[in-house]
Protein backbone atom coordinates (compact mmCIF):
# COMPACT_ATOMS: atom_id res chain seq x y z
CA UNK A 1 0.00 0.00 0.00
CA UNK A 2 1.90 3.41 -1.37
CA UNK A 3 1.44 5.15 2.06
CA UNK A 4 5.20 7.04 0.93
CA UNK A 5 3.06 8.48 -2.35
CA UNK A 6 -0.11 9.81 0.10
CA UNK A 7 -2.59 6.64 0.49
CA UNK A 8 -4.66 6.98 3.35
CA UNK A 9 -4.55 4.42 5.78
CA UNK A 10 -5.71 3.22 9.28
CA UNK A 11 -3.69 4.09 12.00
CA UNK A 12 -4.99 1.78 14.46
CA UNK A 13 -2.23 2.67 17.04
CA UNK A 14 -2.15 6.06 16.59
CA UNK A 15 1.44 6.54 16.65
CA UNK A 16 1.32 8.23 12.98
CA UNK A 17 3.07 5.74 11.13
CA UNK A 18 2.29 3.08 8.93
CA UNK A 19 2.84 -0.28 10.67
CA UNK A 20 0.54 -3.09 9.38
CA UNK A 21 0.34 -6.40 10.24
CA UNK A 22 -0.52 -8.82 6.95
CA UNK A 23 -2.17 -11.96 9.17
CA UNK A 24 -4.22 -9.30 11.61
CA UNK A 25 -5.09 -7.45 8.31
CA UNK A 26 -6.76 -10.94 6.55
CA UNK A 27 -8.66 -11.32 9.98
CA UNK A 28 -9.97 -7.78 9.99
CA UNK A 29 -8.18 -6.91 13.05
CA UNK A 30 -9.18 -3.68 14.44
CA UNK A 31 -6.11 -3.16 16.24
CA UNK A 32 -3.95 -3.20 13.13
CA UNK A 33 -2.52 -0.58 10.81
CA UNK A 34 -4.28 -1.65 7.69
CA UNK A 35 -5.03 0.32 3.65
CA UNK A 36 -8.09 2.50 4.22
CA UNK A 37 -10.99 2.66 1.45
CA UNK A 38 -14.28 3.01 1.37
CA UNK A 39 -17.45 1.17 -0.29
CA UNK A 40 -16.82 -1.93 -2.69
CA UNK A 41 -14.87 -0.53 -4.90
CA UNK A 42 -12.47 2.36 -3.89
CA UNK A 43 -9.50 4.60 -6.43
CA UNK A 44 -7.11 6.97 -5.03
CA UNK A 45 -5.02 8.99 -6.81
CA UNK A 46 -2.91 12.41 -6.37
CA UNK A 47 -2.51 14.67 -9.08
CA UNK A 48 -1.16 18.60 -8.95
CA UNK A 49 -0.04 21.51 -11.71
CA UNK A 50 3.63 21.29 -11.55
CA UNK A 51 4.59 20.50 -15.14
CA UNK A 52 4.67 24.01 -16.97
CA UNK A 53 3.83 21.94 -20.45
CA UNK A 54 0.65 20.77 -19.42
CA UNK A 55 -0.71 23.74 -17.70
CA UNK A 56 0.51 26.13 -20.47
CA UNK A 57 -1.10 23.67 -23.03
CA UNK A 58 -4.69 23.56 -20.74
CA UNK A 59 -5.32 27.21 -20.74
CA UNK A 60 -1.95 29.12 -21.56
CA UNK A 61 -0.59 29.71 -17.62
CA UNK A 62 2.11 29.17 -15.36
CA UNK A 63 1.85 26.21 -12.40
CA UNK A 64 1.08 27.97 -9.11
CA UNK A 65 1.57 25.40 -6.45
CA UNK A 66 -1.48 22.78 -6.05
CA UNK A 67 -2.10 19.14 -5.17
CA UNK A 68 -5.01 17.68 -5.62
CA UNK A 69 -6.25 14.47 -3.85
CA UNK A 70 -8.77 12.36 -4.83
CA UNK A 71 -10.74 9.56 -3.92
CA UNK A 72 -13.51 7.65 -5.98
CA UNK A 73 -16.10 4.93 -4.31
CA UNK A 74 -18.78 3.22 -5.02
CA UNK A 75 -21.41 0.66 -2.96
CA UNK A 76 -22.44 -3.19 -4.64
CA UNK A 77 -25.36 -2.45 -2.79
CA UNK A 78 -29.31 -2.58 -3.34
CA UNK A 79 -31.30 0.77 -3.47
CA UNK A 80 -29.83 4.38 -4.30
CA UNK A 81 -26.19 3.49 -3.18
CA UNK A 82 -26.13 1.09 -6.15
CA UNK A 83 -26.60 4.41 -8.69
CA UNK A 84 -24.09 6.15 -7.17
CA UNK A 85 -20.85 6.74 -7.59
CA UNK A 86 -18.67 9.45 -5.08
CA UNK A 87 -15.74 11.80 -5.64
CA UNK A 88 -14.01 13.83 -2.62
CA UNK A 89 -11.21 15.98 -3.58
CA UNK A 90 -8.71 17.26 -0.92
CA UNK A 91 -7.30 20.66 -2.16
CA UNK A 92 -4.00 21.65 -1.04
CA UNK A 93 -2.45 24.94 -1.38
CA UNK A 94 1.57 23.75 -1.67
CA UNK A 95 2.64 26.93 -3.72
CA UNK A 96 4.63 29.84 -2.25
CA UNK A 97 1.09 32.03 -3.08
CA UNK A 98 -1.48 33.15 -0.50
CA UNK A 99 -5.13 32.78 -3.78
CA UNK A 100 -7.44 34.74 -3.18
CA UNK A 101 -10.84 34.70 -4.89
CA UNK A 102 -10.72 30.78 -5.06
CA UNK A 103 -13.90 29.12 -7.12
CA UNK A 104 -14.25 25.31 -6.79
CA UNK A 105 -16.09 23.98 -9.09
CA UNK A 106 -17.41 20.80 -10.98
CA UNK A 107 -16.71 20.60 -14.45
CA UNK A 108 -18.21 18.64 -16.74
CA UNK A 109 -18.67 17.39 -20.14
CA UNK A 110 -21.07 14.72 -19.87
CA UNK A 111 -22.16 13.15 -23.10
CA UNK A 112 -24.63 11.44 -21.62
CA UNK A 113 -25.49 8.45 -24.12
CA UNK A 114 -25.84 10.18 -27.75
CA UNK A 115 -23.66 13.63 -26.71
CA UNK A 116 -25.22 15.48 -29.56
CA UNK A 117 -28.98 15.63 -27.74
CA UNK A 118 -28.42 16.36 -24.40
CA UNK A 119 -29.83 19.29 -22.05
CA UNK A 120 -28.25 20.72 -18.90
CA UNK A 121 -29.90 22.58 -15.99
CA UNK A 122 -29.32 23.29 -11.82
CA UNK A 123 -31.16 22.20 -9.03
CA UNK A 124 -30.62 25.13 -6.49
CA UNK A 125 -32.57 23.47 -3.81
CA UNK A 126 -30.41 20.38 -3.91
CA UNK A 127 -26.76 21.90 -4.93
CA UNK A 128 -27.02 19.58 -7.88
CA UNK A 129 -26.56 19.69 -11.73
CA UNK A 130 -28.70 17.65 -13.90
CA UNK A 131 -27.82 15.97 -17.46
CA UNK A 132 -30.95 14.74 -19.40
CA UNK A 133 -32.56 13.92 -22.80
CA UNK A 134 -33.79 16.18 -25.26
CA UNK A 135 -35.27 13.43 -27.18
CA UNK A 136 -37.57 10.91 -25.87
CA UNK A 137 -35.25 8.22 -26.56
CA UNK A 138 -31.51 8.14 -26.68
CA UNK A 139 -29.85 7.14 -29.48
CA UNK A 140 -26.72 5.09 -27.09
CA UNK A 141 -29.36 3.51 -24.76
CA UNK A 142 -32.61 3.55 -25.50
CA UNK A 143 -35.14 4.59 -22.53
CA UNK A 144 -33.74 7.84 -21.43
CA UNK A 145 -31.55 8.13 -18.89
CA UNK A 146 -31.11 10.89 -16.17
CA UNK A 147 -28.09 12.19 -14.29
CA UNK A 148 -27.67 14.26 -11.75
CA UNK A 149 -24.14 15.68 -9.98
CA UNK A 150 -24.84 16.57 -6.54
CA UNK A 151 -22.42 18.56 -3.97
CA UNK A 152 -22.70 16.69 -0.71
CA UNK A 153 -19.96 18.94 0.48
CA UNK A 154 -18.72 22.46 -0.30
CA UNK A 155 -15.85 24.37 0.89
CA UNK A 156 -15.41 25.35 4.83
CA UNK A 157 -15.81 29.18 5.53
CA UNK A 158 -15.52 30.47 8.81
CA UNK A 159 -19.79 30.32 10.66
CA UNK A 160 -19.48 31.18 14.27
CA UNK A 161 -23.08 29.24 14.45
CA UNK A 162 -21.66 26.87 12.26
CA UNK A 163 -20.98 23.07 12.24
CA UNK A 164 -19.18 22.12 8.70
CA UNK A 165 -18.39 18.50 7.71
CA UNK A 166 -14.50 18.34 7.05
CA UNK A 167 -12.49 14.73 6.85
CA UNK A 168 -15.70 13.06 7.43
CA UNK A 169 -16.88 14.86 11.10
CA UNK A 170 -17.81 18.27 12.19
CA UNK A 171 -16.25 20.84 12.58
CA UNK A 172 -17.77 23.93 14.79
CA UNK A 173 -17.33 27.58 13.79
CA UNK A 174 -17.71 26.83 9.93
CA UNK A 175 -20.11 25.88 7.76
CA UNK A 176 -20.24 24.33 4.00
CA UNK A 177 -20.70 26.74 1.31
CA UNK A 178 -23.62 25.86 -0.96
CA UNK A 179 -23.24 26.25 -4.69
CA UNK A 180 -23.61 29.74 -5.62
CA UNK A 181 -22.89 29.58 -9.59
CA UNK A 182 -23.63 27.59 -12.31
CA UNK A 183 -22.98 28.49 -16.00
CA UNK A 184 -22.87 26.10 -19.07
CA UNK A 185 -21.57 26.21 -22.88
CA UNK A 186 -22.72 24.52 -25.93
CA UNK A 187 -20.27 23.10 -28.35
CA UNK A 188 -19.71 25.12 -31.20
CA UNK A 189 -21.62 28.29 -30.48
CA UNK A 190 -21.23 31.80 -30.85
CA UNK A 191 -22.51 32.94 -27.44
CA UNK A 192 -22.11 30.09 -24.94
CA UNK A 193 -18.64 29.19 -26.02
CA UNK A 194 -16.13 26.91 -25.24
CA UNK A 195 -12.93 28.91 -23.67
CA UNK A 196 -9.87 28.86 -25.60
CA UNK A 197 -7.00 26.11 -25.42
CA UNK A 198 -2.76 26.72 -24.75
CA UNK A 199 -3.60 31.11 -24.55
CA UNK A 200 -3.36 32.72 -21.34
CA UNK A 201 -7.16 34.42 -22.41
CA UNK A 202 -8.50 31.12 -22.11
CA UNK A 203 -7.89 30.80 -18.12
CA UNK A 204 -9.82 34.24 -17.88
CA UNK A 205 -12.79 32.95 -20.10
CA UNK A 206 -12.77 29.56 -17.94
CA UNK A 207 -12.37 32.03 -14.52
CA UNK A 208 -15.25 34.02 -15.90
CA UNK A 209 -17.00 31.01 -16.34
CA UNK A 210 -16.06 30.11 -13.11
CA UNK A 211 -18.17 33.43 -11.35
CA UNK A 212 -21.41 32.73 -13.52
CA UNK A 213 -20.54 35.03 -16.38
CA UNK A 214 -20.17 34.09 -20.19
CA UNK A 215 -16.90 33.15 -21.20
CA UNK A 216 -16.38 37.56 -22.31
CA UNK A 217 -17.53 38.40 -18.93
CA UNK A 218 -20.93 39.80 -20.22
CA UNK A 219 -23.82 38.49 -17.46
CA UNK A 220 -25.67 35.70 -18.67
CA UNK A 221 -29.25 36.80 -19.00
CA UNK A 222 -32.45 34.92 -18.50
CA UNK A 223 -34.56 34.75 -21.56
CA UNK A 224 -37.50 34.76 -19.83
CA UNK A 225 -37.32 37.64 -17.67
CA UNK A 226 -34.74 39.52 -19.79
CA UNK A 227 -32.73 39.98 -16.07
CA UNK A 228 -29.56 39.29 -15.38
CA UNK A 229 -28.97 35.92 -14.00
CA UNK A 230 -25.72 34.10 -11.30
CA UNK A 231 -27.69 31.07 -12.07
CA UNK A 232 -29.03 30.16 -15.68
CA UNK A 233 -31.09 27.20 -16.18
CA UNK A 234 -32.47 27.02 -13.32
CA UNK A 235 -35.82 25.65 -14.63
CA UNK A 236 -37.79 22.80 -13.81
CA UNK A 237 -37.50 20.38 -16.39
CA UNK A 238 -39.99 18.30 -15.02
CA UNK A 239 -43.18 21.03 -14.94
CA UNK A 240 -41.67 22.70 -17.99
CA UNK A 241 -41.77 26.11 -16.25
CA UNK A 242 -38.69 28.72 -15.71
CA UNK A 243 -35.67 29.08 -17.50
CA UNK A 244 -34.88 25.63 -18.92
CA UNK A 245 -32.40 24.19 -21.47
CA UNK A 246 -33.91 24.37 -25.17
CA UNK A 247 -35.47 27.36 -24.66
CA UNK A 248 -32.85 29.26 -26.76
CA UNK A 249 -30.94 26.10 -28.30
CA UNK A 250 -31.44 22.44 -29.37
CA UNK A 251 -30.19 19.83 -27.56
CA UNK A 252 -26.72 18.85 -28.48
CA UNK A 253 -23.17 18.62 -27.06
CA UNK A 254 -22.89 20.62 -23.28
CA UNK A 255 -20.54 21.70 -20.77
CA UNK A 256 -21.44 22.75 -17.06
CA UNK A 257 -19.46 24.02 -14.53
CA UNK A 258 -21.42 24.11 -10.58
CA UNK A 259 -19.41 26.50 -8.38
CA UNK A 260 -18.95 27.82 -4.84
CA UNK A 261 -16.83 30.60 -3.97
CA UNK A 262 -14.72 33.03 -3.39
CA UNK A 263 -12.33 32.18 -0.86
CA UNK A 264 -8.89 32.28 0.46
CA UNK A 265 -6.28 29.53 0.33
CA UNK A 266 -3.34 30.44 2.22
CA UNK A 267 0.05 28.71 1.76
CA UNK A 268 -0.91 25.25 2.96
CA UNK A 269 -4.34 25.40 3.23
CA UNK A 270 -6.47 23.06 3.09
CA UNK A 271 -10.30 22.62 1.50
CA UNK A 272 -12.33 19.81 0.72
CA UNK A 273 -15.66 19.06 -1.77
CA UNK A 274 -17.43 16.17 -2.35
CA UNK A 275 -19.89 15.49 -4.86
CA UNK A 276 -22.17 12.28 -6.08
CA UNK A 277 -22.98 10.67 -9.25
CA UNK A 278 -26.40 9.63 -9.71
CA UNK A 279 -27.78 8.34 -12.59
CA UNK A 280 -31.44 7.13 -13.31
CA UNK A 281 -32.98 5.28 -16.32
CA UNK A 282 -37.15 5.48 -16.70
CA UNK A 283 -39.58 5.46 -19.75
CA UNK A 284 -39.58 9.07 -19.71
CA UNK A 285 -36.93 12.03 -19.50
CA UNK A 286 -39.40 13.43 -16.49
CA UNK A 287 -39.31 9.97 -14.82
CA UNK A 288 -35.68 9.85 -15.18
CA UNK A 289 -34.81 13.13 -13.52
CA UNK A 290 -37.59 12.56 -10.70
CA UNK A 291 -35.73 9.57 -10.01
CA UNK A 292 -32.34 11.15 -9.88
CA UNK A 293 -33.86 13.70 -7.18
CA UNK A 294 -35.34 10.99 -4.86
CA UNK A 295 -32.19 9.22 -5.24
CA UNK A 296 -30.03 12.28 -4.82
CA UNK A 297 -31.56 12.83 -1.69
CA UNK A 298 -31.11 9.46 0.00
CA UNK A 299 -27.73 9.51 -1.21
CA UNK A 300 -26.52 13.00 0.07
CA UNK A 301 -28.34 11.87 3.92
CA UNK A 302 -26.20 8.90 3.53
CA UNK A 303 -23.14 10.88 2.79
CA UNK A 304 -23.97 12.97 5.83
CA UNK A 305 -24.35 10.44 8.35
CA UNK A 306 -20.52 8.54 7.27
CA UNK A 307 -18.64 7.95 10.79
CA UNK A 308 -15.11 9.15 10.41
CA UNK A 309 -14.39 7.05 13.56
CA UNK A 310 -15.72 3.71 11.44
CA UNK A 311 -13.95 4.51 8.27
CA UNK A 312 -11.66 7.15 7.60
CA UNK A 313 -8.60 8.95 9.97
CA UNK A 314 -6.35 12.01 8.83
CA UNK A 315 -4.97 11.68 5.16
CA UNK A 316 -1.61 10.98 6.59
CA UNK A 317 1.68 11.89 4.04
CA UNK A 318 4.91 11.22 4.83
Not at 64 to 79: C, H, K, V
Request: net charge negative; hydrophobic share 35%; proline share 6%.
Amino acid sequence: WPVRDGMPFLDANANGRYDPDFDAWLDDSAAADKPWFLGDEFFCYFSNDLDPARTSNLYGTSPIGLEIRTMIWAYDQPGPLQHAVFVKHVVVNKGKDRFSEVYFARWTDPDLGDANDDFVGVDTTRNMALIFNGRARDNFYGQPPALGIRMLQGPVERDPNGNALFGFEKRAGFSNSPINSFSFYVNGDGVYVDPDLGVPKGSTQMYNYLRSLLYSGAPFVDPLTKLQTKYCLTGDPVSQTGWIDGLVHKAGDRRLMMGAGAFTMLQGHTQEVAYAYIAAQQTTVARSISSVRDMSDLVNLFYRHLDKGDIMPELVST
